[in-house]
């Protein structure tokens, strides 16, 4: 239920008919199904809709295409990173975005960070500063372009430190876009 | 942004999001307010409902969609404001300077639903909109249209064009190539057609960057992009499937965007949606999905049929007819006719329930009715309508068993979740005023005593007055579903009440009384001696000496004319409730003498095949006095099989019979 006051008025949404679109996209298949569940995920994040949408990218023969539309298309949530870590998985189980099962705590992307000497700043409103690991992705290419990173939380931001983004151009202050992820076990 | 971005990023609305959206929404309030401050913020909120709950796109659109939309959602109801956001997405796009440089001028082809080619158009400014359509003709603006710079729309650069003048304009316009197809909603009649048939004209104009939109029927997009994706595998395809909220109904509903192509594709697009359906449900195959329910066990006064099965079960209501205080007649009356305005008659109250039931509307020169079925596409053949007259059925076959079956066809199928029920018992009843006064708005008492929760389905062009009615008895929008005449609509539970016979009940009336006591009236004053005015009449049933009349009762005996439909229903109920003579054809006119009271005096004018027992009975309930006058039909001998029991012939009255009746209603 989200609640919205205008004037003095208040108003109730009731947002839970966002719900079930599986069972009504059932007859698409393939890529097509790939694409519709792609575009879904934001507005039904349950754990079926993730797994059918992954499964159904990693089957795809373009399946690294498709995976990158995603990431480049949609805003970056949980949801998302979970079916990008079950694709990867499905097709290069080392690779550190690769996981089975589950979404991460967090995943957002960061399109205003800053860098200085110290390193790369940028806001996460709403993140723990308990988080002190996790991988920054480049959406253009999450398989080459994926670190580890420390997360050093300071003055309501974060810092990673510049050495820690590898295919960072570190000559620019302003940075391109990349996906900050953090694992549920971190 | 690309407008495919949209696709991806839309999402239900959180607490972190409404800060932005309440700026948005402060802005589209006031200026819906200084264009009419009769817009509450209540009901401000209420049709902008789908803009607060979903947010579309990243944060800068928005903020524009949520004002742009919820404004719009204010002056248009039943918009689809997620469409509404993709294609105007892809028109504004097209804006985009340096494109225009290097790439030269380029249009946007709209083909489909009327209202949502403003919708695309809105801030495209340099862009040129054709909209498709059989002639070219002048472009008129919705009513939200430039009212405030939110909603900017540049008239100059929309055309509502013939397939033959496009590539006309075009040239003269220095459009090199079409930037975006929009193929919206495409209407069931035009029948499937081919993209690349329907557009040839296009041929030579289509680039690697020109954006093909195709939404509609999520059943209708997901053909058409398994379609593409067959025949042109390199095309760059997004589709997205969404549910579209019309407050409480919801549309499966799609979007596919496509482009890298060179030309237009050959997929074929199916308007609409279909489904198999087969009549051969009846009665007695009453079930868990087709119950018979029975309703008013506590409010209507009359003989009960609790014991019998099936639709057999319910409420016989009487109602008497007055007997007349005067009654005139130029030609002789029928002994049917004399009958029926003497004696009291019963109407029958139940109604059938039905489990994922669907409504189908029907209607064309000849016929026009509401077929029910259940969600299995199982049509009803023996309850309240007549399957046999609609295509539907002609056009079916039989299979070997004898079963007929057809196909439903629907521009869109709306899904109420919870019980439904359609305040009218055919598709266009609501256009006589009368019967919704008689047959239809009572139906809300049927609501009330099954004590559910119900969604009321009404027709998309109901009278202002007629939705201010329902309001007033505790049904505003958010507890109706408005149903275009090519739409379907299916309910959990969909609940067909018996139609009512033309005539007013104790149990149908009293809505009456409801509206009244909420309305104050004091303040007005209107006339005491009314005649009910025949001048905008234009149909059949006309009062051919209607002026004579006019005239001796207006110079004679000091009568003022009404029109009840310019009236506001304030006004109207006080007219009604003062008035001590009332003349009038029998017609919705007269009905308004639901708000009447025993000091007033009727006189009802009509031909003499057109005698109803309608004011009669409401006499009897009201206890005010009725008189009836009747004239000399139009009507060829040939026509006297046809003429009873309705007959809607033109008619003259002797205007003298007429001034004695008002002598005897006006002596002491």
């Known amino acids: ?186 | 942004m690309d407008a495919r971005t949209l696709l991806y990023r839309c999402r239900s609305a959180d607490e972190e999001d409404l800060p932005r959206k309440k700026i948005a929404l402060r802005t589209a309030h006031a200026i819906a307010q200084a264009i009419d401050p009769s817009i509450t913020a209540s009901a401000f909120m209420d049709r902008a409902a789908n803009v607060v709950k979903r947010v579309y796109g990243g944060s800068a659109q928005d903020s524009y969609i949520t004002t742009t939309m919820s404004l719009v959602s204010n002056f248009s109801e039943n918009i689809d404001v997620y469409l509404a956001a993709v294609i105007n997405a892809l028109v504004v796009q097209l804006n985009f300077q340096t494109r225009i440089f290097l790439d030269g001028n380029q249009f946007a082809l709209f083909d489909g639903q009327d209202e949502y080619f403003a919708l695309a158009m809105l801030h495209g400014n340099v862009t040129m909109g054709i909209h498709l359509t059989p002639e070219a003709r002048q472009v008129t603006l919705p009513r939200w249209a430039n009212i405030s710079p939110a909603l900017e729309i540049n008239a100059d650069r929309m055309h509502h064009l013939p397939p033959d003048l496009v590539p006309i304009y075009q040239k003269a316009n220095g459009c090199r190539s079409v930037g975006t197809v929009l193929v919206v909603n495409p209407s069931v009649d035009s029948g499937e057609f081919s993209l690349a048939e329907r557009y040839s004209f296009l041929q030579g104009s289509v680039t690697q960057d020109t954006t093909f939109c195709v939404a509609g029927p999520a059943e209708m997009v997901f053909h058409a992009a398994a379609d593409l994706q067959r025949m042109h595998p390199q095309a760059q395809l997004n589709l997205k499937a969404y549910r579209a909220l019309f407050g409480r109904a919801e549309e499966y509903r799609a979007i596919m965007l496509f482009s890298g192509l060179d030309a237009v594709p050959e997929i074929v697009v199916r308007p609409g949606l279909s489904r198999p359906c087969e009549f051969d449900l009846k009665l007695v195959d009453l079930d868990e999905n087709l119950t018979s329910v029975s309703y008013g066990n506590d409010t209507i006064a009359g003989r009960r049929n609790s014991e019998a099965d099936g639709p057999a079960r319910g409420v016989w209501e009487k109602a008497a007819v007055k007997a007349p205080f005067h009654l005139s007649s130029s030609a002789p009356l029928p002994a049917e006719a004399r009958e029926r305005i003497s004696s009291e008659f019963e109407i029958f109250h139940s109604s059938l329930a039905i489990r994922d039931g669907i409504l189908i509307p029907s209607q064309d020169a000849h016929h026009c009715t509401f077929l029910y079925a259940t969600g299995e596409g199982r049509v009803l053949n023996d309850y309240g309508s007549d399957p046999s007259v609609t295509p539907i059925y002609t056009e079916g076959w039989l299979d070997e068993q004898g079963v007929r079956h057809g196909i439903l066809h629907g521009r869109t199928l709306k899904r109420v979740r919870g019980p439904a029920m359609p305040l009218m018992f055919t598709p266009l009843l609501h256009k006589w005023h009368s019967h919704f006064m008689i047959q239809c708005l009572p139906r809300i008492r049927i609501v009330r005593d099954l004590g559910l929760d119900m969604t009321i389905l009404l027709p998309d062009d109901m009278r202002k007055k007629q939705l201010e009615m329902l309001e007033r008895l505790g049904f505003g929008p958010s507890k109706i579903v408005m149903m275009a005449p090519d739409e379907l609509v299916q309910a959990d539970m969909l609940y067909y009440p018996w139609p009512w016979r033309l005539g007013f009940t104790t149990y149908t009336s009293k809505v009456y009384d409801e509206i009244a006591a909420g309305i104050e009236t004091s303040h007005i004053i209107s006339p005491k001696r009314i005649l009910i005015s025949r001048e905008s009449r234009k149909s059949w049933r006309n009062l051919i000496n209607y002026d004579s009349v006019r005239h001796m009762l207006v110079e004679d005996f000091g009568f003022e004319v009404i029109s009840p439909e310019k009236l506001s229903l304030s006004e109207e109920i006080a007219a009604y409730a003062n008035a001590e003579v009332v003349v009038g054809a029998e017609g919705a006119g007269l009905y308004g003498a639901v708000f009447s009271g025993p000091k007033t005096k009727y006189i009802t004018v009509c031909d003499e095949d057109y005698v109803m027992p309608i004011l009669g009975s409401l006499a009897a309930i009201r206890g005010f006095d009725i008189g009836y006058v009747f004239g000399e039909s139009f009507r060829s001998d040939r026509d006297v099989e046809r003429r009873l029991p309705f007959g809607h012939a033109d008619f003259i009255i002797d205007v003298d019979r007429l001034s004695q009746a008002v002598r005897h209603a006006i002596s002491p």
């Open chain 1, 1 to 186: 239920m989200l609640q919205v006051d205008i004037d003095g008025m208040t108003a109730d949404f009731d947002l839970s008919h966002f719900q079930e679109v599986e069972k009504w996209s059932a007859s698409l298949e393939g890529q097509l199904r790939a694409k519709a569940l792609s575009a879904s995920l934001n507005e039904h994040s349950s754990e079926v809709i993730i797994e059918e949408c992954a499964r159904s990218i990693a089957e795809a023969a373009n399946w690294f295409f498709l995976l990158t539309e995603l990431l480049v298309t949609a805003e970056i949530s949980p949801a998302v990173m979970a079916v990008a870590q079950r694709v990867v998985q499905a097709h290069n189980p080392a690779h550190p975005l690769a996981r089975k099962g589950g979404q991460p705590a967090f995943a957002v992307e960061i399109c205003d960070a800053i860098r200085d000497s110290s390193g790369i700043h940028f806001r996460m409103p709403g993140v723990p500063s308990t988080f002190s690991e996790a991988l920054a992705v480049d959406p253009q290419d999450a398989l080459s372009r994926c670190d580890r990173v420390r997360l050093n939380p300071a003055h309501e931001k974060f810092v990673i430190p510049l050495d820690d983004i590898t295919w960072f151009d570190k000559n620019m202050m302003a940075c391109p876009s990349f996906i900050i992820l953090a694992q549920l076990d971190r």
